[in-house]
Structure formats: structure tokens, C-alpha cells
């Protein structure tokens, strides 16, 4: 496998930024301020680690200008180091092989269309009617539906499940045992069913549309609407193990962490953060730019952008086993309180 | 592909409805009240939406009688409106064609016993001693392990893994992702493993029974008993990404919500309703007709039907910081408030 | 199908126990107290059962020395019954037979090397320059991707992927639908894209490295590092729907329940126990042996081994609702009580 280098005059022309020292410098990988070597790239974003570039043994640093005095290498100085870093080191990122046609094995149904751009893999299995646009890459065992249509250079590492109906945007990236466009969880309760009731399924009827540049963590599920679409709008962002309702809508550029979950029809904002097992009940409406932090539920709809939360703080568990009784008897505290205090009042009369 | 239409007559005779208007018109499909069309059928179920009746182009609304009067359109009446809708919009759902046999890429065991009339997909791999019953549909990359038994006109959508020992009843849906069967968590601390200790794992000798008419969620798991059985009684249903550990019994009908957890040997009673990432530690016992609400943990037996809740409400960040740094010290100011009323008592006496 | 059966006497010298009655009873099998016959063995290890053993119809009993007067079958008298229990159980376990060799539809690239004693299974997909180890099983559908290593006699149950460069150890065992390796969840907010600025992607250069003798839950996902790997040690057990960001370092013998969380290079001891569904903050370090029970979320780095907590209890909804509508004012409560402390002490100058 031969190693990819480019020379820091080329990186600063391709990104726009300004180089410090040898232009023919030659950089084949990246690292930390600590662990890269004098033929990789490093970063200073957080000035927690202003510290560390005296030391830094890297061949150039990705710096602010207030920082260039302090580096001991190379430096190419940008205004958001971090994008700037976020973006050259895209270029050392070594994706499998995926050269466009479809692997023997995988199982295409007469009425898909699969661009001959397109990379399909070991065990695919697409439905009828489905579309795969160009240079679309498809991992092993990826499961694509019935009506499924699949944007020009979407990725789906592997192992993803389209079940029907759902529409990717163009370079939409798909992480491995996501399942998009699976049932809702659509139930009436019939009182005639068995003998003291039981439920009946609402048919999904409706499907997915996921837009432009949006990510999909693994083992992500996002289900299919009932009537409408389930919709994620361009430059949407889930990390692994989300849970996406039916109906639900999430704004253009919104972000959210790990084993967050959105109940049914709620419709997000654009610019939102929703923290790690962070949960928005159904039918609630949040503003653009709302950031929910870690583990907190939403059980009302926000109207201004701000940062909101729920949760007690953690303590050593003897403590919190007193606090947490307490807890139970706080309506009881604040009417006990209140009493005291128009007792006060009444003997300072 | 050919569209189905029913005409208003066979509806109203095929679900005991009382029809007005247009015996004749014939329906191709459903929608909201906002979006349906001339050809479709829309219901009014929820007060909350009555004001959209007036307006509606939908061909036919399933209603209420008290809203008939205000019905521009043909109107099919019924006690509950919801679970009508939902059983005539089932008529309208396209499942993917199902046609009896094996894919020539499945792998199926010549120990297996697969009915004539199953419908066994792509990459789909079967067990030694497992049973496909008469009408099921294994959709794509679904995984039947040894000695597990699927009933007849279950379903398993796509890509769904039976573990081992796991038997479906009659008609479940699995959707994709989920894993039945897996090993249960068992750990014994052995202090003699490793330098300091470690963990010895309990081997998971028992199965999983899943009762008719039940439904899976996408990526939900159900672990397989240490000793005795798993079991989920008829008609429970599961949302996606829920936990069910080993040996949790759940009763008859109950349902829960995405993110929901089960910790092991739970044992849940009928009819209950468990909210989103709702959790219930090992070992307890939930009553009949228990509702949990959303994101609550449940620490002790609950005998009594009712809804039962735990976490503390939203806030902006800054106002429930505040309020958290206090929980800290709420055993303290309960303290602290009584000291203050013995002394008012004193005073007073 | 031959049954499995072991003599008391052969179960005595093979596990080091002490054997009280016939050493020529053969066993096949084991049980609970209440449940197990005359040819399987139980054990009692909670003094919450013993009550039971008076009755049972078990062949033999693994027990403390201390129960031996009430045991009315043969016993083996252990130091920890549980473990011994859970080594014996395991000679009972029917493993699904494994047979070296690449079942014919499994895909694996040339580059890869495949031990002889391994078991691929159907449609097992290898990639460029991965490695199985010696008496490797790998189920099937699993994905091995490239640059992956997977250790001796480790076991992936079945659909299990590693994305990239991951690396198992020895004896590692893998559950259904778990994935390892994917990209970990890296973005800079980068002003000048779209129109007001949206999300660049961090690539996810580095790896994943699991120790000897991990247990991975199903749909488990373990994401891989930013630059440095993530690693478990040896020894960790992680349950069902675990999710494991990147750069994240758990150290041996610690065991997470369902569902919990652990964020972006959070660095957790050795000997540790984490709760279902409890979280982890970023970045954040515990030592070892500390324990955090279940739904708690850690929001700041734990110095000593103890018990932590968060939470409130749960009650009836109506209570509930009245005490939560006070944690909104807790913050007022605590500086009103501290006034009319005050005002006390003023008065009692």
C-alpha cells in the first residue's frame, strides 16, 4: 500500500491558509500534539493544550495566529483551526476499495436502477422500483426496500437496513445496523379484540426523506412516518443508537448525541444539540438553535433558543439515598415553609 | 402496479359501519383530514382536530356520530373511530411481494422443517431442528438459530437474528435488527480468576417465548433465559431499541415505548403501558394496568394499577443549576426546617 | 442427539469441591431448586433460596459448607457455590456446531489470512488484510472489515460487523447485531459552510483494541478512535445496547449493564460496575472500583471507589407531578429557609 503525502505549500494553497516555515516539507498523516511525529500534522483548537506545542515533535502545527509565536515547527495558521485541521485530515483517510459494479453475491431485483457508477457489495439485497444514484457506495450486506432511492455518493458502510420508502440525500453517510424506514409504533386500543381489549396496528403508510450531507449513526433507527414523510432536513447529524419516531422532523444543520430519542410528529428545530440519552416526548415543537443537554427529557415545547436542562447531580449513593426521600415529601417541604413564613409575618405585626 | 379500491358500501359492510353519502364512491387510499383528496379516506378521532372537518377533501371520514352533523363529505360512523380507520387503512398497506419458497442464497439446515408455504428471502440462514410454520415471511438476511420455531404467518421484515431456543407464536412481527435469543447477562465474580479477581460467565441454557400477535420494534433485544424461559405473552408490543433481559416475563397486551428497559427476571403484568426509555430494575413485579411515564426508573414492586413517574421537570440551564446544586442539601434544609418549627412551637408554647 | 453426562465424583476432582453422597450419580443437566430432577444439579448461593432446599428433588446441590445439614440429596460443597455452579453449567452448554472451514458463501479477500481452525459461516464477508486466529468462530453474516484482527478462539455469535482496524483478543466473545469500529461521532462547526455555517466531519483515524476474554452485548456499538484507539482491557463484560464513543478507555474486569453510555474519551477504572443505562460525560475519568447504579449520569470525574447515584424516586404520577413542580423553586426554598434562620437568630439575640 503506498503512503499518500502532500507538502505543506499545497496544503496551505488548497485550504487558504498561511504557512511558517519549509514550504517542501512533506506530511503523511496526522496526530496529536503529544503522539505525532516530524512527518505528521497537528493541531492546536483548544487552548487547554497551549501547553503541549512547545514540546510538539509534529512537522507542522494547524494554529490561531495568537499561537504562532509559541510553535517550535512549521505552522500553518488559520482562523478555526479545527475546521481547518477537520478538513486536511480528511485527506489521510483511507476508505475501503469500492470500485463501481455489483458484487456477484448480492441480489438486485429487475425493476432497481443502479447507476454504473455505483458500488454494490458482498450480499446486498435491493427491492423493487429502487434507485441507486452515482457513485453511491454500498457496503457488504446492506438491505436496500421497495422504493427506496439512494442519493449520488451516499455512503452505507454496511450492514444498513432501508425498509421502505426512504429517500437519502446526496452524500448521505450511513453507519453500520442503521435502520431507516421501519413501521412506527402506530397502535389503537380495541376494547372488541380478545376478551378485555388488545391492540390493532395502524398501517406506516407513509415514508422517509433524509436530505443532503446528513449522517446516521450505527444501530440509528429512524421510522417511517404513518400518513407523511419522517423527515431530517440537509447537514443532520446522529450519532449511534438514536431512536427517530414516526413523523418527526428535525431541522437542517441540527446535531444530536448518542442514544438520544424523539417520540412521535415532534418537530425539531434547525442549529439544535441534543445531548447523549437526551429525550423529546411527541408532538412538541423546539426553536431553532435549542440545545438539550446529556440525559435530559423535553416534555414541553421550547420557543426560544437557549441551552435547557433536567436531572439531579450525582453523589456518593448513601448521600443521595437521604436527598432522594427527601424528594418525595418537597410539595409537603414548601407548603411547611411557606406556613413558617406567614407565622413570621404575622408575629413581626 | 395496479391500485386497490374498495367503494364506500364494502367498507361500511365489511367493518360494521353506518355509511352517509355516496354508497358508490370508490376509495384508493387514506390521508389526514389537511391532505386527503377526493379518491381517499380520512377519520376524525381526536377533538383536537374537529376544526379541520369543515375543510377536509377527503372522500369519505370515519367519525364519531356527534361530528357527523359538521361532515362536509360522505362519513362512515363508528363507536371508535381510531381503531376503524386503522383496520381500513390496513386494507391500503403494500407489503413487499412474500412468494412461498426459498431464495436460492439462503443457507437452510437439512434438519429444518420449512412449510411449502413460507416464504424464505435472500441471505436468510436456518438452524438445525428450527421450524418455519405454514405462511411466514422471512424477508432478507433474516437469521433462525438452532431449535428456534417461527409460527405461522409470522414475519420477520429484514435482517432479524433468532439466536437459539427462541419460539415465535402465530403472527409476530419482527422488524429489523432485532436479536431474540442472545445470551443473557450472568456474571459470577470468581476471586480466584486473574491476579484480583474476575468474571466467570453463567452459561444461558434457557429460551425465549414470544406469544401471538406480538410485535418487535427494529433493534430491540430479548435475551434467552439463564435457566427457565424469557416470555412475552400474547399481544405485547415493542417498540424499537428496547431491552428486555434474561428471564423477564411480560404479560399479555401490555406495550412499550422506544428505549424502554427491562432488567432481569422483571416480571411486567397485562396491560401495562411503559413510556420511552422508561427502565425497570431486575427482580420487580409490576401489577396489571401499570403506566409508566417517559424516562422513569422503576426501583421497587409496584402492586396497585395507576401511573406511576420519577426525573424532575426541564428548565433553562442556568435556573435548573441553581435548583440542582440545592438537591444536594435537600436532606439538610428538611432538617433544617423542622428545627425551625420545634422552635416556633417552643415559642409559641 | 447424544446427551452430556458427568459423574459426581468426576464434577468433585474436576472443579476441586467437596463431595457429599453417591459419586456414581450421573448428572446431564442443571436446574433450579424448585425446578430441577433427579439427574441435574442446582445450586444455592442466595440465602434467600435456602428454604427451598429442603424440598428439592435435584440429583446434587453445589453449596456452602453451611447448608450441608439441611440438604436431603448429595451435594458439592464450594467456597462460592455461584461459581462453581457457573463452571459446571457450562459443560451443559450446546454450543452451535462450528466445524473449521469457510462455508462456501462466505466473501474474503485474498490479502486475508484465515487460520485453518477457524469457522467461517455463511455469508460472512472478510476484508483486505484481516486476520482470524486459531479456533476462531465466527456465526453467520458476521463482517470483518479491513485491517481487523480477530484473537484465538474468540466467538462471534452471528451479524456481528468490525468496521475497521479493530483488533480482538483472545477468547472475545461478540453477541448479535454488536458493531465495533465504526467512526466515532467528530465534528467542527465551520462558519463559512452552507449559509450559516454547518458541520465538517472529523475523519476517524484510529482503532479499536478489546482484550483478552471481553464479552460484547448485542447491538452493542464501540466506535473507534479519533486518532489514538479506543481500548477495553482485559476481562471487560459489556450487556445488550451498550454504546461506547471514540477514545474511550475502560480498564479490566469492569462490567456495564444495558444500555448504559459512555461519551467521547471518558477513561473508567478497572473493577468498575456500571448500571443500566447510567451515562458518562466525556472526558471525565473514574477510578477503579467505582460503582454507579442504574439511569445515573456522572457528570464529574470520580477520584475514590465507592457508590455514586442521581436520580429521584419514583411515585404516583399525581404526587410526583406536585413535588417536581417544586424542584423548579428549590433554589428560592433554600435562600427563603436560610432567611427565616436569619430572622430566628436575630430575634433570639
Chains 1, 2, 3 share one sequence.
Not at 113 to 141: K, M, N
Not at 319 to 334: M, Q, T
Request: proline share 4%.
Amino acid at each position: 500500500m503506498s503512503t499518500i503525502t502532500h507538502s505543506l505549500s499545497e496544503l496551505a494553497a488548497r485550504f487558504e491558509l498561511r504557512l511558517h516555515g519549509e514550504a517542501d516539507r512533506r506530511i503523511d498523516g496526522v496526530g496529536t500534539l503529544a503522539g505525532a511525529g516530524p512527518g505528521q500534522l497537528s493541531f492546536l483548537a483548544n487552548s487547554k493544550y497551549a501547553a503541549q506545542l512547545g514540546a510538539t515533535r509534529a512537522g507542522v502545527v494547524v494554529l490561531h495566529a495568537e499561537n504562532l509565536a509559541d510553535c517550535p515547527t512549521a505552522a500553518l495558521v488559520a482562523r478555526d483551526p479545527y475546521v481547518a485541521y477537520a478538513k486536511i485530515a480528511a485527506l489521510f483517510e483511507r476508505l475501503p476499495a469500492a470500485a463501481p459494479g455489483i458484487h456477484p453475491s448480492a441480489v438486485v431485483a429487475p425493476s432497481a436502477r443502479v447507476s454504473a457508477s455505483a458500488s454494490i457489495g458482498p450480499c446486498c439485497v435491493i427491492g423493487d422500483r429502487a434507485v441507486i444514484g452515482d457513485g453511491a457506495v454500498l457496503g457488504p450486506h446492506c438491505i436496500v426496500g421497495d422504493d427506496c432511492h439512494v442519493g449520488a455518493h451516499a455512503r452505507l458502510v454496511a450492514r444498513v437496513t432501508l425498509v421502505t420508502r426512504v429517500s437519502l440525500g446526496k452524500r448521505v453517510l450511513v453507519h453500520p445496523g442503521a435502520v431507516i424506514g421501519s413501521d412506527g409504533f402506530g397502535l389503537a386500543f380495541d376494547r372488541d379484540a380478545f376478551d378485555h381489549g388488545g391492540w390493532v396496528k395502524l398501517p406506516q403508510l407513509g415514508g422517509v426523506r433524509i436530505g443532503d450531507d446528513c449522517e446516521i449513526g450505527a444501530n440509528t433507527t429512524i421510522d417511517r412516518g404513518a400518513l407523511d414523510d419522517t423527515v431530517l432536513e440537509q447537514d443532520v447529524r446522529l450519532d449511534n443508537q438514536i431512536q427517530i419516531a414516526h413523523n418527526v422532523q428535525i431541522g437542517a444543520h441540527t446535531a444530536m448525541a448518542g442514544c438520544a430519542a424523539v417520540a412521535g410528529s415532534a418537530k425539531i428545530g434547525r442549529y439544535c444539540m441534543i445531548g447523549g440519552n437526551a429525550g423529546v416526548l411527541g408532538h412538541l415543537e423546539l426553536a431553532d438553535r435549542v440545545t438539550i443537554t446529556a440525559k435530559s427529557l423535553v416534555t414541553h415545547s421550547i420557543r426560544e433558543p437557549g441551552e435547557y436542562s433536567s436531572g439531579v447531580p450525582l453523589q456518593d449513593t448513601r448521600l443521595w439515598r437521604k436527598n432522594a426521600a427527601r424528594f418525595k415529601h418537597l410539595d409537603g417541604y414548601a407548603r411547611r415553609l411557606s406556613a413558617l413564613e406567614k407565622d413570621k409575618d404575622k408575629n413581626h405585626e
